[in-house]
């Protein structure tokens, strides 16, 4: 999540998440889903990874 918060700092063009939500709790991981949900709804470009099906 640090690694998140550092990357978000430097105002990046393209954020390329890969598997953001592993190794964490069910809780923490829909939280993290949100804020890149937020961060693509404020036009933020996301390329993102994930294995798991209920990530949007």
């Known amino acids: 999540m640090l690694a ?3 990357t978000l700092i430097g ?3 393209l ?3 890969d598997e953001p ?3 964490l709790t069910p809780l923490i991981a829909r939280e993290s889903q949100n ?6 709804d ?3 470009t996301i ?3 994930e294995q798991t099906s209920n990530f949007v």
């Open 35 to 40: 804020q890149i949900i937020k961060l693509r």
């Open 11 to 13: 105002n990046p063009d």
């Open 47 to 49: 390329l993102l990874a």
């Open 15 to 17: 954020l390329l998440p």
């Open 42 to 44: 404020e036009g933020e």
């Open 4 to 6: 998140v918060a550092r």
């Open 21 to 23: 939500s592993e190794g």
